[in-house]
């Protein structure tokens, strides 16, 4: 079992910015590609941006130039820095994994609890 365990939400002003981390931990034998998604309120899950262990993103087009998935391989942990945060990016926001452990032998999806984020003045 991977366990990904995020942090960084909070209460931000529009136009401000704020850090998500999500670490993975377990019997992990490795971690492929990472990602953040979102979920406002009364809609779908989306894609906010994710990366491959190369280092190749995808970024949704309503976030380009603002927000940035970055991570570090040697510890397992993603980030997602976002700038210039408007009203409509309040959502929780889950990390996301593809990982195969020691014990499962078999690459599966993994989704962490999810981190509140609401941009409001």
């Known amino acids: 079992q991977v366990q990904l365990v995020e942090s960084g939400g909070g209460l931000v002003q529009p136009g401000g910015s704020l850090r998500l981390s999500c670490a993975a931990s377990?019997?992990?034998?490795?971690?492929?590609?990472m990602g953040w998604y979102r979920q406002a309120p009364g809609k779908e899950r989306e894609l906010v941006a994710r990366i491959t262990t190369g280092g190749s993103t995808d970024t949704a087009d309503s976030v380009k130039g603002r927000f940035t998935i970055s991570r570090d391989n040697t510890q397992n942990i993603v980030y997602l820095q976002m700038n210039s945060l408007k009203a409509e990016a309040t959502a929780v926001y889950y990390c996301?994994?593809?990982?195969?452990?020691?014990?499962?032998?078999?690459?599966?999806?993994?989704w962490g609890q999810g981190t509140q984020v609401t941009v409001s003045s």
């Open positions: 996301n994994c593809w990982g195969t452990t020691w014990r499962r032998l078999k690459t599966e999806e993994y």
């Open positions: 377990g019997s992990i034998l490795s971690i492929n590609a």
